[in-house]
């Protein structure tokens, strides 16, 4: 695939689960509306993990949460999985009908904390560069 703008142009951070340390409950990122992007590559982050953790992408009908429902899930993840990376890719067609938002889910099913964290990039097929989107609390782009 040839690119004629830099990466960081064509790929924007819209969507995160902040790192943090996460113990027996689910943590959910921000909405993302689906109508902007083309695709979505979900990209969830593991630290030192003593059970299991779930890393899964949710749809939602109108962005409340209130009608969400499991999209896409990567196989569990067990405590022999320290230090490892899931990317589950999501592109606008996989949406059930009448779904247009989603959002990254992260489950540690234990009581002893683990270090979890999940970014979302997105990618447009459109004409104009995509870090016009990028999320406010992105602090640099280095090109």
Not at 8 to 26: N, R
Not at 96 to 110: H, L
Request: net charge negative.
């Amino acid at each position: 695939m040839a690119f004629n703008c830099k990466l960081c142009e064509f790929l924007t951070v819209v969507g995160t689960i902040d790192p943090q340390v996460i113990a027996d409950t689910a943590v959910f990122g921000d909405e993302i509306q689906m109508a902007l992007w083309e695709e979505l590559i979900f990209v969830f982050l593991l630290g030192a993990v003593d059970k299991t953790v779930d890393c899964s992408v949710y749809e939602d009908t109108d962005g409340s949460a209130g009608g969400a429902q499991s999209l896409k899930a990567a196989t569990q993840l067990t405590a022999t999985d320290d230090n490892k990376q899931v990317v589950i890719n999501v592109k606008r067609r996989d949406l059930s009908t009448g779904y247009y938002y989603v959002r990254a889910r992260i489950i540690c099913g234990s009581s002893q904390a683990a270090p979890l964290a999940c970014i979302v990039l997105g990618a447009n097929s459109g004409p104009q560069p995509t870090t016009m989107a990028d999320l406010t609390t992105v602090a640099q782009i280095m090109t």
